[in-house]
């Protein structure tokens, strides 16, 4: 019979709730972009796309001021497709949100076998101008 208790070592093999968090995911971003699309059909397309390269869309919404936000997730070996599809999609993003998703794309190429599985995060949030409010802006300094 063993002396003692296995609780302290059960206690070291299950990672914290902060731990666990920086582990699962290493690579949460935070992003602005802006686009011309209007809101709720920005917020459909996105979606759809998101799902379609196997992401996962946590959280969705548009207010009255065209502001959208989203939260999703997706494995690190699918960023290329999900940077594509933003950009696809009409997004500008920020040139630090170009930076860092350049990032996460190299050093997925550099590492696929170790971290192509493990999951990005990107919580989005877009500016979204509705082409009338774009036509009447540039007429307006045209004339």
């Not at 968090?21 to 602005?32: D, E, G, Y």
């Not at 059909?41 to 996962?56: F, N, P, Y």
Request: a negative charge.
């Amino acid at each position: 019979m063993r002396d003692g208790s296995d609780k302290a070592d059960v206690r070291l093999t299950v990672p914290t709730r902060e731990t666990e968090q920086i582990i699962s995911i290493p690579w949460a971003m935070q992003m602005k972009a802006i686009s011309i699309e209007e809101p709720s059909r920005l917020v459909q397309t996105l979606t759809g796309a998101i799902l379609g390269c196997g992401g996962w869309v946590l959280s969705r919404g548009a207010n009255d001021t065209g502001m959208v936000n989203m939260l999703f997730e997706f494995e690190r070996q699918a960023c290329v497709e999900i940077y594509s599809i933003l950009i696809a999609a009409g997004l500008e993003l920020s040139q630090s949100g170009h930076i860092r998703f350049t990032e996460l794309c190299q050093c997925t190429r550099s590492h696929q076998k170790d971290c192509g599985a493990e999951i990005a995060s990107i919580d989005l949030e877009i500016q979204t101008f509705p082409t009338d409010l774009i036509r009447d802006t540039c007429a307006t300094g045209a004339a």
